[in-house]
């Protein structure tokens, strides 16, 4: 596999999607081959980058995702840094990883890590402030970005929806409006949502 990185130590985006590639290659039959976990510990945790990095890994290895190849960034596009880690659901020989129950898995995993490296709980003491967070999205007050991000977190944790007309309706109820985009580049099938 390649070293995403340059000599520097700065990633490169074309040597990062050259690792990936094989992946890719083995599987063209699955259409959701991307996972993207958003780990986002409270404000009151002060992290290091080397624990963050080893809850990250950590994660991964419990997730099932620990011998695929990811990528984790830290970035605050939110009121707090937080950790995106992106990796593939397929292997190296192009089986589709299982990903059942992923969703209850990661609470599971998190509320773990959460006790194992003393972080302030996600759940517990949030509930209110979450609810809080449920309300429109006002266009004129600006930030947008941060309003929308946190109305969709928000919902994710509230509401289950069965299908994607339920998710859009119960977005749009916000002022967020949602779109599925399917579509193929380059030979390459893709589906996503805006």
């Known amino acids: 596999m390649l070293d995403p990185f340059d000599t520097a130590g700065r990633m490169s985006h074309e040597r990062f999607m050259a690792s990936f590639e094989p992946f890719l290659q083995a599987n063209r039959r699955t259409t959701n081959t991307v996972f993207h976990v958003s780990l986002n510990p409270s404000p009151e945790d002060r992290l290091t980058d080397e624990q963050l990095g080893e809850i990250a890994r950590e994660y991964m290895e419990r997730m099932g995702y620990g011998e695929q190849p ?22 190296r020989e192009g089986r589709k990883l299982p990903h059942d129950f ?13 006790q194992k490296y003393g972080l302030h ?22 930030d947008v970005k941060q309003q929308v991000s946190s109305t969709v977190r928000s919902c994710l944790r509230h509401y289950r929806c069965a299908s994607f007309g339920e998710w859009r309706t119960l977005l749009e109820a916000f002022n967020v409006s949602a779109e599925e985009r399917t579509g193929t580049i380059d030979g390459r099938d893709y589906a996503g949502m805006i």
Do not use: C, M, W
């Not at 969703?103 to 998190?110: D, F, G, K, L, Q």
């Not at 996600?122 to 509930?127: A, D, R, T, V």
């Open 102 to 114: 992923e969703a209850r898995r990661s609470v599971e995993i998190t509320r773990d890590l959460e």
């Open 121 to 142: 709980p996600s759940i517990k003491g949030q509930e209110l402030q979450n609810r809080e967070e449920l309300r429109k999205v006002d266009y004129q007050k600006g």
């Open 70 to 91: 990811y990528i984790v960034f830290k970035h605050r596009d939110i009121a707090r840094e937080h950790l995106h880690i992106v990796s593939l659901r397929i292997d």
